[in-house]
């Protein structure tokens, strides 16, 4: 990964760009800027499970929308020619490689899949002056790349269509595109325990002796052990702003939602020790868009398997 641009030449660069451009374009010269390069080069940590593994064939990618920070993505297809795509969108609270134990899942079954993940998180590009905290300048960034994403790169058809998964925060990014994506060949949407309003704790700088909760967050835990560069844990007080306000406008859309033209489904799936209370949000959440149920998980080491059972659903048989 390149040595981060020292903060005193980025303010001596932005100071140049002020005095040729004015106050009033300070902002979009600073976006002209965005410093932030993916990181490329996870190294697999020692001792780890080979079902953590990035799977055969994988790679690693860059991709940058409009003038954003670079996304990171990877891919990798099955032996055989695969029957759909599964794009997954890496929550904010992990680098993308939690996702390959899911991802070797749906391999499997014969679907080609990406990971995405979006600027400011994980080992996807920086903003300018991000620092060390997960961060975006508009929650619209991380709808904006996955969209360009889509049409740029996976490019889904007919016989190849597309299931966008989210986990988490990104959970609230899905559920969005399905309101605004229009293209056919995208057949269905997949939200796992999504974010449901609320204060989002700031968090802690990363250390090797405190690792996130859950199942995720051990895996998560061992990738960092080894990269440093995947460590992001801390939210900024921007992403928390933004989070919250792109769950309260997804949860604010008066009905009914203008959506596919193809009937694409939504299914949210809550653990099963999820709270009434987030129970009760999650199905308000869903009443708002079209073709959406709720249905229960056994939890983020069922994420595959309720994948695959979304997506044969909705993919005639090969």
């Given at each position: 990964m ?7 030449v ?5 100071a ?12 979009d010269?600073?976006r002209?800027?965005?410093p932030g ?30 003038k ?11 032996p ?6 599964i ?7 992990y ?27 994980g ?25 360009d ?21 990104s ?23 999504p ?15 405190a ?10 835990q ?57 129970g009760n ?12 149920r ?25």
């Amino acid at each position: 990964m390149p040595f981060p641009c020292p903060k005193s030449v980025i303010w001596l660069a932005l100071a140049a760009a002020l005095a040729t451009t004015g106050c009033s374009k300070l902002k979009d010269a600073a976006r002209e800027m965005q410093p932030g390069q993916a990181f490329l080069d996870s190294r697999i940590p020692a001792g780890l499970s080979p079902q953590y593994f990035p799977p055969d064939g994988f790679v690693w990618g860059a991709y940058r929308a409009e003038k954003l920070p670079q996304a990171r993505y990877g891919v990798a297809s099955p032996p055989i020619n695969p029957k759909a795509q599964i794009l997954i969108l890496a929550d904010a609270d992990y680098p993308a490689e939690v996702y390959f134990e899911t991802m070797r899942q749906l391999l499997a079954e014969g679907y080609g899949v990406w990971l995405l993940e979006a600027p400011g998180q994980g080992g996807a590009g920086h903003y300018l002056l991000q620092n060390d905290s997960i961060y975006t300048a508009s929650y619209h960034d991380a709808q904006i790349t996955a969209r360009d994403f889509i049409n740029d790169i996976v490019k889904p058809s007919g016989d190849k269509p597309l299931f966008i998964v989210g986990t988490g925060y990104s959970a609230i990014t899905a559920l969005s595109l399905s309101t605004i994506l229009k293209d056919d060949n995208l057949r269905g949407f997949v939200a796992y325990a999504p974010y449901l309003g609320g204060p989002i704790a700031k968090g802690e700088d990363w250390h090797r002796d405190a690792p996130q909760p859950g199942y995720l967050g051990a895996i998560a835990q061992t990738w960092q052990m080894s990269n440093p560069d995947l460590r992001l844990r801390k939210k900024s007080e921007g992403w928390q702003r933004q989070m919250q306000k792109a769950y309260t406008d997804l949860n604010g859309l008066h009905l009914p939602v203008l959506s596919l033209k193809t009937g694409a489904q939504i299914l949210v799936l809550q653990p099963k020790s999820t709270s009434t209370a987030d129970g009760n949000a999650a199905s308000a959440l869903c009443a708002r868009l079209p073709r959406c149920r709720v249905a229960p998980s056994d939890g983020p080491q069922a994420l595959g398997a309720d994948i695959i059972a979304f997506v044969d659903a909705q993919t005639p048989a090969h």
